[in-house]
Every structure is written in structure tokens, then in C-alpha cells.
RNA sequence: GCCCCCAUCGUCUAGCGGCCUAGGACGGAGCCCUCUCAAGGCUCAAACAGGGGUUCGAGUCCCCUUGGGGGCACCA
């Protein structure tokens, strides 16, 4: 066994939970547990500005609707708290100021609007944008007097003007950069907030957190990290960068425009919606693990415990990957078949209610054996099956017609299996197949010519779950007056 | 523009110098099964970005080019 790992998953409260965050959320989750130790949730809230009412609770949902909980995290506590970084203002401070007294900071006293002056020279004379270090070398005993005198400042990390810096990451090993190409990032705002840079910092330390998983949209600002870690003489986390999703064209990352497209299309990027559009966690979790890393060559199918048992960073793949609706829609499908019946009926009923319809128990679990190899998603449900649940199902007239036959010749099938029909016991499988089939054999009509007959009678529809299975469902009574309605509607086409 | 990262079928990927006539999956095409639709089974098309090295031998190691992605905020 590994040594427990501390691993979190530190979201900013901003908006909806999408795939990416999902994935990462994952591989915390995975990480912590199958080394026995702990998943932390942290909420990084340190730009209060940004803050989105209620994207806390729908990340919390879309992380238990996922499966993945927490050990440690605001809503539960633990001994590392609190977790939500605008609670933890004063630690930031703190350390912010050991920094500076050892000379790693420095206060910056610059206004935004010189910034901007700077910044624009900068672009105009094609340099690289970038604070030209005016308080740098402030002395502290000055700077101290500034701050007493009421002036507006913020944090600098001091970054060394020569040398490299080196940092490791777990999947593309060791990268260099040239310091001197290196901003002095600010790390505490004029608010006294903390940035992500000091915040994250100091909380993986102060939380005893030994691998830090996050995007790679986080990769260059990572010498920063490494170098806050050596500053404070901090042992750093293992660390690793995740690939980020592209579009599925492959061209970008998903824009909020393209996000409302999809939508339209029934797809969607956002946690909530995937839920909502019938998808199982167990297909979202098994595809988005899919997506840069693999077990081997061949495994596909996984629920969350064999990701437990299963995953490694080892094999994590470090290039971009383009989300693929189509096989999220392949996985789905796996799940649901995946389920048992009484899971199954679980999970379906409430698109019935939703719709209208009075759910029956029992005859709903006779409904999901026949449906079940056929939803893709869970509210293909129905179309597949709201029939059964209807008192009435009217075909349009000319949908009764029998492939290749006229209404004259469809009314003479339907006249006659109705009265195949009338003649049996009762309409189940067993009962009814045979006669059917014989009824075929001797008329001389095709199978599917009757059986398509029968089927939109019975159904209203053409694409339907095995005709007697579901007749079977429907009860004799049922099929019968179908049956009689159809003979009728056929028989006003062909007297027409 | 500058910095960083990445590079195998359309897509997700296996491949860690000889097991590769490059394997699997999704999607596509076809066939079988079949009362429709699925599911399932079988078959086919489909890739090592290009150029230099290193090596007896390179998809696998190094360099360059090209392409793609990410970042350059008192956001995370």
C-alpha cells in the first residue's frame, strides 16, 4: 500500500461545473483513495468579485451526483479548516508578510492606471508585457510608513532577475524557464486578499497536501509555485498537469457560445445538463476518465471502484484531447445495460411522471427487460415505451397501411388478426406468436407486412419494443380495441 | 509578439529500440441475426506531420521545421 495521499480539488465557485473540473475532481478522488487517505473539497473564493450565488451548491451536487466524496471540505469540516479561502484572509497575510521580511516580496505602491501606461508602452514598443519592478526596491521601512499613511498597495513576489528556475511535473517531467523572463506577480491585492498564487500555496502546505492535479492552463504560472514552495522552504506536492478538453472539432477549447449550441443538440459540457439529459454518472465518470489516460491497450469498461483499484498517474497521456459526444452516448448505452432491472425502472420512472403519466411499479418492471438494450439515454425511455402508460393511442390512418399492400388489402389483415386475436386465451407471447405466424404462412403476406400492422395499431408508432412482449404488457382487452380502431380507420381509407 | 506545453486512424488511445505487415474503442461502410428499432456477432476502410541525426535497427531517443493548444490580469 502507498503512503495515504492528501489530494484536492479546489474549484472557484464561478459558474457551472464542466467536464474538465469533473475529470480533475476524478483523479483527486481516485488518487486519495486507493492510497487510503483523504479527498479534500477547498472552495478558492479569493476574488470575491467573481462570485457566482449558488455555484457552490450546484459544484457539491454535481461532485455527489458523480460519486465523488469528500473526506474534508466547508460543508463537512475536518481539522485542516476552513475550507473556503475567503474564511482564511489572516493566514494569507501572514505568510505574505514572512515573505516580505525575508525579502521574497515586496509591497508595491503602483496604481492601476500606471500599470496600464506601462503595459501599453510596453505593446508599443513590441516588448513583452510585464511590471517594470518601480517598488521593487522600495525599503521595507519606507514602505511600512506608505502603508501607515493610509496608501493603497499590493504584494509583489520577488522574483530573482537572473538564473532558471526548475520545476517538476509528474507527466512531462522536469521544465526550465529563464527567470528573467519571469513577472513579479502580485500576490496579495489592494483588498488584502490573497491571490491564487500565495493562497494555493500556503493551503496545500497548511493542509498537508502531497499531490496537487489541476489544468495546464496552470502550467505557466507552475515556476511561480515552485518558487513560493522554496521560499517558505516548503516541501512541494507532487505535481501534475491534466491536458485541457478540446472542442470537438478539435480546434480550442469549448467557448459559453458554443456551449449553448450544443445544448441544442442535446450534448453539453456542463455536469448539470448532462444529468438532466438522461446521461448515467457511471457512462460521464468512465468517458471522461477515458480522456487522457488509459488501463492498457483494450480495457474500456470501468465504474468508479475499478478507477479506484485501476488508475494511475503513470499513465496519464499529456496531450489535448477533443471531447466526443458519441462515445459518452456508447458508454451510456454500456451503463444502462449495466443496470439491473429494478435500478433500471428506478431511474426511468420519474421521465414517465415528469410527462404525465400514472406509473404502475409492476408493469413498469415488466417494460425495462424490452427497452433496456435500447436507450441510449435515459429519456429515450419515452419515446420507447410512453404508450404503454396511454389509455388511447390513435395511428394516423395511412400509417396502417401495410408496406407494398393498399388499404383495401391492410383492412383485410387487420379484420383478420383481429379475429385471430379475439380467438385467443389472452394476448401473451406464447399464446399469440404462433397463431400469428401461421396466419402469415397461410395468407401469404409477409412477416413484416402483418407484423408492421400490427405494430402501429397497437403502438401508434413504427418503432416500438418486440411487438408481443409488449402486447403481452398492454393485456388482451387493450389490443383488442386497438386493433378495433385500426380496423375502422382502415376501413374509412379503403371505402374513400 | 513573447513564454510554456503537446504531436499515432476523423475522434479517444495502445506502443516506454527489435514483439508493428502499427493493436483496441467510438464513429463510418458492409454482412449475419431479425416483427420495427436496438443489442449482439463477423468483415472492411482509416494513422506513426515533415526533415535531419543517433543506432546493426526508430512510431519509440536527440535536434530543427511545421502544426495544434495553453498562458502573458489587483481571475482562477
Not at 379475429?419 to 409477409?446: C, F, N, T, W
Amino acid at each position: 500500500m502507498k503512503n495515504p495521499a492528501r489530494v484536492r480539488f479546489a474549484p472557484s465557485p464561478t459558474g457551472h461545473v464542466h467536464l474538465g473540473s469533473a475529470r480533475t475532481a476524478m483523479y483527486d478522488y481516485l488518487i486519495a483513495k486507493q492510497s487510503g487517505g483523504q479527498f479534500v473539497l477547498r472552495i478558492e473564493d479569493t476574488d470575491q468579485k467573481r462570485y457566482v450565488k449558488g455555484a457552490e451548491e450546484e459544484l457539491m451536487s454535481g461532485l455527489h451526483w458523480l460519486g465523488l466524496d469528500w473526506d474534508e471540505g466547508p460543508d463537512v469540516g475536518g481539522e485542516y479548516g476552513p475550507y473556503r479561502q475567503s474564511e482564511r484572509k489572516e493566514i494569507y497575510q501572514k505568510y505574505a508578510r514572512q515573505l516580505i521580511e525575508q525579502g521574497d516580496a515586496y509591497y508595491c505602491f503602483c496604481t492601476p492606471e500606471r500599470l496600464k501606461e506601462v503595459r501599453e508602452k510596453q505593446n508599443q514598443e513590441k516588448q513583452q508585457p510585464r511590471y517594470d519592478r518601480h517598488c521593487r526596491d522600495l525599503s521595507l521601512a519606507e514602505a511600512d510608513q506608505r502603508i501607515k499613511e493610509g496608501e493603497s498597495h499590493v504584494v509583489r513576489f520577488k522574483t530573482p532577475l537572473t538564473g532558471k528556475t526548475t520545476v517538476h511535473d509528474y507527466v512531462r517531467g522536469d521544465i526550465t524557464v529563464d527567470n528573467a523572463l519571469l513577472d513579479d506577480y502580485i500576490i496579495v491585492k489592494s483588498d488584502g486578499l490573497a491571490l491564487y498564487h500565495l493562497a494555493a500555496v500556503v493551503d496545500d502546505h497548511l493542509m498537508k497536501i502531497t499531490h496537487v492535479i489541476r489544468g495546464s492552463e496552470w502550467l505557466p504560472t507552475f515556476p511561480l509555485h515552485g518558487m513560493l514552495h522554496r521560499a517558505f522552504g516548503w516541501q512541494e506536492p507532487v505535481w501534475v498537469h491534466l491536458s485541457v478538453f478540446l472542442k470537438p472539432s478539435g480546434k480550442g477549447k469549448m467557448s459559453k457560445r458554443e456551449s449553448a449550441d450544443l445544448l441544442k443538440d442535446g450534448k453539453s459540457i456542463f455536469l448539470k445538463d448532462l444529468k438532466t439529459l438522461g446521461y448515467l454518472p457511471e457512462a460521464v465518470n468512465n468517458w471522461i476518465a477515458l480522456m487522457g489516460w488509459s488501463l492498457d491497450d483494450h480495457t474500456e469498461f470501468f465504474n468508479l471502484e475499478d478507477l479506484v483499484q485501476h488508475f494511475s498517474l503513470d499513465r496519464l497521456n499529456p496531450s489535448p484531447a477533443a471531447i466526443n459526444f458519441s462515445k459518452l452516448d456508447h458508454f451510456n448505452g454500456l451503463h444502462i445495460r449495466n443496470k439491473s432491472v429494478e435500478e433500471l425502472a428506478t431511474l426511468i420512472k420519474p421521465y414517465f411522471l415528469q410527462n404525465g403519466y400514472e406509473v404502475d411499479d409492476e408493469k413498469l418492471r415488466k417494460i425495462v427487460p424490452i427497452i433496456q438494450e435500447r436507450l441510449v439515454t435515459l429519456d429515450d425511455c419515452l419515446p420507447f415505451a410512453s404508450f404503454f402508460f396511454k389509455d388511447e393511442v390513435v395511428p394516423e390512418a395511412e400509417s396502417l397501411i401495410a408496406k407494398k399492400l393498399t388499404a383495401s388489402e391492410s383492412l383485410k389483415i387487420a379484420e383478420d388478426v383481429l379475429k385471430i386475436l379475439e380467438s385467443l386465451p389472452d394476448v401473451s407471447h406464447e399464446a399469440a406468436e404462433q397463431p400469428m405466424r401461421d396466419y402469415i404462412e397461410a395468407s401469404g403476406y409477409k412477416a413484416g407486412q402483418v407484423f408492421g400492422l400490427l405494430r402501429t395499431a397497437v403502438t401508434a408508432q413504427e418503432v416500438s419494443p418486440p411487438l408481443f412482449e409488449s402486447m403481452e404488457i398492454i393485456g388482451k382487452p387493450t389490443v383488442i380495441r386497438r386493433m378495433e380502431k385500426a380496423v375502422e380507420l382502415l376501413r374509412g381509407l379503403s371505402e374513400a
